[in-house]
Structure formats: structure tokens, C-alpha cells
């Protein structure tokens, strides 16, 4: 049964089930909390949407919301997205009656196995087709096995929802313990339903195993597992959560187990739920951090303490251990040591679950995992514990002095600032003259020949440098600016290149544009005829200003000055001179950074760039004039 602690193995049967019957389902985004929390989002083509909630070490069921995630993804979260994002589900089962669960999931023309272990620990770790690992959440190394990227992941022996009738019977046999343990142990039935057998089958709790009817007992536990993947009566009650009920205590029942299980872990606030936290004061959340630093400090304290106690406990076998592998150590290597006590699980071995090479350490089961270095006495290991004890208890004393003192609210300024939104013409050159007509010019002869058939309309005017390798300029609508747009025009042109002062423009109407040469003759990409009386503008001077627009919304604009002037609080003025364009870009952006307080450098990166001034500024060099 499914308890606070976690998942039994017969749950696992039941959640598995239920989801082979949505298959098949697509990856859709993998989450991951703090806490090693795992959602995977899953689609599907008929029944929408499912979030696949898996927590190592306690269970795997789906949840009908996703609860709430970082908003920037933890590693192995986007690791996970890179290689199973789009993945077509294709099979989740359980391994026998174990609690680690397999998803198979293909992509393109590879298979990933997605392996859940729900017992100890956990772990969730991918593998691919060959069950080779590729990364584990968490990397492990134990006695009979390591979970390791490039090792190949090794499942537990068979146990008895895999093996046969005869083979379960020579197990009974060997077993010295009684049957319910021997069920709830050595089969993974729980106590719960080791009774439950033993009350179906009429064999006495206490009868030896190897004295148990094994064929009666085989019969029982099979049908208790078609049961469960066939027609559970998911109910849940105040201890635990269940597949198949056996008691007759008072119950809430669902439509299906995940339902049960979403009902009976307690799961975080949805995603988008975050009105709340707006609600909760700066001094409460500072009280709030203060009273989890205490619990936290408290926890420590006391955990090194009763590791310390266990030390002493088991003196005779830490003075064992460390006595062994302090005299191995002087003629073997640490990774020989460690292959010796892989292979012996007699003695004091049986004791060592791990060791640590660089640390001259092996971790002990002394009831919990205890670190002991094998080089120090018993007291100089305690007293490592007791100076953690003494480093945390400082840490608790601060803390507690800290709630005693008054939280001061710090008035801060927030500066928001609306970043732009994309437009049609931002790739374009473009400004807006000082009466608000917009004007746009070409990047390329690409942009040019796209201007001329796609953008320039009756009742715009064509505005052109007299230069060879001229931006074509398009005025969208009547001005009265016509000196902005013809300076516009001739800035980015050929006479910027040059190195001149000024140059001569050009307006003429749409229908004196032509794409379409005189016979005989042959226009380029980008190029163009004009046909008729033009409007000449002579000896236009060569300036251009480049600022920064805060309001209403922010963003790097160019153009005469006049009109940048107007809109910008912060602008220099460029003339052609001998700085490379990126040059001068970085130059302008330093220099209205400058300008700019510390909150405000900070919240406009987003607009004030290198990249964003580099679109205003004219091909050729160009020298600072204001700034």
C-alpha cells in the first residue's frame, strides 16, 4: 500500500496499468524542482493533457496539475528535454513486483529507456536502447552495482512475479524466517498484503516458510497481482492508499488509482498560482527564511549528535573496520579494497556499504549511513561530528538573535521599463520624422529591391542619395520634415563611406520608379530607374543622432536630430570620421550607459546594447561628435 513514506511494489503494478491503457503518449516538457521533484507533461492525441509526477525513492502517479516549477530549469531538467522532448511513449511497466519503473520512450530512430527507482534513495536515470546509462539524477556507487554515466544499469534478481511455481517453492525452501516476513520481505508484498495471503491461503502467520503449502501460497499472490492490474478497487483511507482493498476500515473510493494517490500525497500550488506570495510582506518572508534557518540548523545539530552516539555505540565494530582498512590501505590501492568488499559480504564487510578513495573513508551501516575515516581514532571521527554540532549551534545562536531584531523595510524604487514590441519595419531602417510620418530605408540590395516592390505605394514619396550604394528611402505618407528624411537619406549612403560632408538627394513620386530597363540595358538587384522631374535637395550635411527612447516604450532609435532628440532623454551625434561601426557601437553604448543610474543600467540590457545601436549606425567610420 501507498503510504506517506512511499510506494509499495503492488501500487506500482496498478499506476503502471492504468497508464498503458492512455498510451500512446507523447513528451511534451520535463520539470524538475529543488527537491528532486520530476513532472513530465505528458500529450495525447484523444485524452489531452497529463502530468506524470515522479518523486525518487517514493512514487510515480499522475497529478492533475502541475505543480509549481522553477522558472529556470535545473540541468538535468533541460537534459532530459534535449533527448525526450517530442518522444513518443511507447511502453511503462514495472520490473516484476521491484519498485523501479521503465519508460520507454522512442525518438526518431533511437529508444531511450527512462528508468524510476522508487525504493531507498531513487533515482531517475536514462539509458539508451542497450540499457548503457547515458545520466542519472543522482550519481551512485554501491556494493553490487554503480549508477554511472556510460555503465550499464543492472536490475535486481528476479522476484517472485517472474520466476516460476517450482523456482518460488526452492526459495520457500531456504528460508529460515517465518512466512509473513518472508512474504512481506522477500517477495516485496509488505506486511499488509504478506497477511493478507496468509489469511487467504489459512497458513499461520507464524509457520515457518520452508514449512509453507509454496503451490497454495504461488496461486494467491498471482491472483492478488491480476487483481491489481486487472480490477483494483482503488480506496484510500488515513494511513495509506490502496489498489485492492483487504480491510474492512472506513474508506474514500476513486475512479482510478492515480486519482487516489493525486488525492492522498499533498502536492504544491499550481504554477500560475502566485497571488499569494504578492500578498505576503518583505518582513514576513524575512521571518518566514529565519524560522526554516533555525528548523535547518536544529536538524543538523541533531543528526551529527546521533551519528556521533552511534560512533561510540559501535565501538567494537568501527574499531574493526578502521583497524582492517587502516592495515589494507598500507599494501593495497582503495580501488582493490573497494573490489574486495564488493566480492565478501561476510563479517565486518557486510557493514560497508561504500568508500571513499580520495577521503580515505568508508561509510558504514550503523543503522544510518555513518562516514568513518579509517586513519583517525573513534574520538577524532566523533569529534569531527561534535564540531558541526558546535559550527551549527553558533549559526543557531546568530539566528535566533536575528528574530529577536527588528526587520527594517528597506524602500526600494523598482524602475519598469516595457520592452518593444516586433514590427513589420524594425529590420528595415526606419524613423519617425518630427510630425510622426514613418520612414524606412534599406540594409542591402536585397532590402532596396524589396522596398521598391513590395512597400512603396501611391501616396509615398521615393527618396534617393545621388550617390552610388545608397540606402532607397521611403517615406510612408505627407511630410513636412522633408529635410529629416533627405539628411536620413543621405547618411546612409556611399558619401558616409567616403568620408564626405555632405551629398546630394533626391524625391520623386512612385510612379516614376521602375524595375524595368531601358531596352537594351540590364538592371542589377537593387537598382532602379526614376523617370521624369525629380525634386533635388543640394549639399545635405552628413550627422546622425543615436538615442536611447525610455517611454512608451524602450528602445534604441536613429535618425536627424530633431526627431531623436525629442524622443530620447540620453543621445550622442555621429559624423563620418575613422571609428569601425562596431567600434563606434560599443563607444555609444558605454557612453549612454554612463549616463544612466545603477538600477537603470541594469534594467535596460535588455535595450541598451551593442547589437541595437550597431542597427542605426552608418556603413563606413564614423567619430563622436556629442557625448
Not at 550604394?469 to 529629416?484: C, F, H, I
Not at 535618425?559 to 563606434?584: C, H, M
Amino acid at each position: 500500500m501507498a503510504t506517506a513514506q512511499g510506494m509499495s511494489g503492488l501500487d506500482l503494478i496498478t499506476v503502471t496499468e492504468e497508464i498503458t491503457r492512455l498510451l500512446p503518449l507523447w513528451v511534451h516538457k520535463v520539470y524538475l524542482d529543488a527537491n528532486r521533484l520530476c513532472v513530465i507533461r505528458l500529450n495525447s492525441k484523444e485524452a489531452g493533457k497529463f502530468n506524470l509526477l515522479m518523486e525518487p525513492g517514493r512514487r510515480v502517479h499522475l497529478v492533475p496539475v502541475l505543480p509549481e516549477m522553477p522558472q529556470i530549469p535545473p540541468a538535468f531538467a533541460m537534459f532530459l528535454r534535449k533527448y525526450l522532448s517530442g518522444g513518443r511513449i511507447t511502453s511503462i511497466r514495472q520490473q516484476g513486483l521491484q519498485r523501479t519503473v521503465i519508460i520507454d520512450i522512442r525518438k526518431s530512430e533511437q529508444l531511450f529507456h527512462l528508468i524510476i527507482e522508487v525504493f531507498d534513495e531513487g533515482n531517475i536515470i536514462l539509458c539508451g536502447e542497450d540499457l548503457n546509462i547515458i545520466q542519472p539524477l543522482t550519481r551512485q556507487r554501491f556494493k553490487d552495482r554503480d549508477v554511472l554515466p556510460g555503465v550499464a544499469y543492472i536490475f535486481p534478481p528476479p522476484d517472485v512475479s517472474l520466476i516460476t511455481q517450482e523456482e518460488f517453492t526452492e526459495r520457500l525452501s531456504s528460508d529460515d524466517r517465518d512466512i509473513v516476513r518472508s512474504l512481506a520481505v522477500g517477495s516485496f508484498l509488505g506486511g499488509r498484503y504478506a497477511e493478507y495471503i496468509c489469511l487467504k491461503t489459512g497458513i499461520e502467520k507464524s509457520t515457518q516458510a520452508k514449512d509453507a503449502d509454496a503451490s497454495l501460497i504461488y496461486k494467491e499472490i498471482h491472483d492478488l497481482l491480476d487483481m491489481a492490474r486487472t480490477s483494483p478497487v482503488p480506496v484510500s483511507t488515513k494511513d495509506g492508499c490502496h489498489p485492492v482493498p483487504v480491510g474492512d476500515e472506513l474508506k474514500a473510493f476513486f475512479e482510478s488509482f492515480n486519482a487516489a494517490l493525486a488525492a492522498f500525497y499533498p502536492i504544491a500550488l499550481p504554477a500560475k498560482k502566485r497571488e499569494e506570495k504578492k500578498q505576503i510582506s518583505r518582513e514576513e518572508r524575512i521571518r518566514r527564511q529565519q524560522e526554516e534557518a533555525i528548523k535547518k540548523f536544529e536538524k543538523n545539530i541533531t543528526r551529527n549528535e546521533e551519528i556521533a552516539a552511534l560512533l561510540y555505540e559501535n565501538y567494537g565494530l568501527v574499531d574493526e573496520v578502521i583497524s582492517t582498512l587502516s592495515k589494507a590501505s598500507q599494501s593495497h590501492s582503495w580501488q582493490e579494497i573497494a573490489d574486495i568488499l564488493q566480492k565478501d559480504t561476510s563479517g565486518v564487510a557486510k557493514k560497508i556499504i561504500r568508500v571513499f578513495p580520495a577521503d580515505a573513508a568508508a561509510e558504514l551501516d550503523l543503522s544510518r549511513p555513518v562516514k568513518v575515516f579509517v586513519h583517525e581514532s573513534i574520538d577524532q571521527n566523533a569529534g569531527r561530528y561534535y564540531d558541526q554540532v558546535k559550527k551549527f549551534k553558533k549559526k543557531l545562536t546568530g539566528a535566533k538573535a536575528a528574530m529577536q531584531r527588528e526587520v527594517h523595510q528597506v524602500k526600494t524604487r523598482k524602475v519598469l521599463y516595457q520592452r518593444p514590441k516586433k514590427r513589420w519595419f524594425d529590420r528595415f531602417r526606419w524613423f519617425y520624422t518630427s510630425d510622426q510620418v514613418l520612414v524606412i530605408g534599406g540594409r542591402d540590395a536585397g532590402q532596396n529591391e524589396e522596398l521598391i516592390r513590395k512597400y512603396l505605394e501611391g501616396g509615398d514619396t521615393f527618396v534617393h542619395a545621388d550617390v552610388h550604394g545608397a540606402s532607397v528611402v521611403v517615406v510612408k505618407g505627407k511630410t513636412d520634415a522633408m529635410d529629416e528624411v533627405v539628411q536620413f537619406a543621405a547618411v546612409y549612403s556611399g558619401a558616409w563611406r567616403a568620408g564626405f560632408a555632405s551629398a546630394d538627394v533626391y524625391a520623386a513620386r512612385p510612379d516614376q520608379v521602375s524595375k524595368t530597363a531601358e531596352s537594351g540595358e540590364y538592371l542589377s538587384r537593387g537598382s532602379f530607374v526614376v523617370r521624369g522631374e525629380r525634386q533635388w535637395f543640394r549639399d545635405v550635411p552628413l550627422s546622425i543622432c543615436i538615442g536611447l527612447m525610455k517611454t512608451p516604450q524602450t528602445r534604441i532609435i536613429g535618425g536627424p536630430a530633431s526627431p531623436v532628440q525629442k524622443s530620447s532623454e540620453l543621445y550622442v551625434t555621429l559624423r563620418p570620421g575613422t571609428f569601425e561601426p562596431n567600434d563606434i557601437a560599443k563607444k555609444v553604448v558605454r557612453i549612454l550607459r554612463d549616463r544612466l543610474s545603477a538600477d537603470d543600467q541594469k534594467a535596460l540590457k535588455f535595450a541598451l546594447n551593442t547589437e541595437a545601436v550597431a542597427g542605426f549606425v552608418p556603413p563606413g567610420g564614423s567619430d563622436l561628435v556629442e557625448g
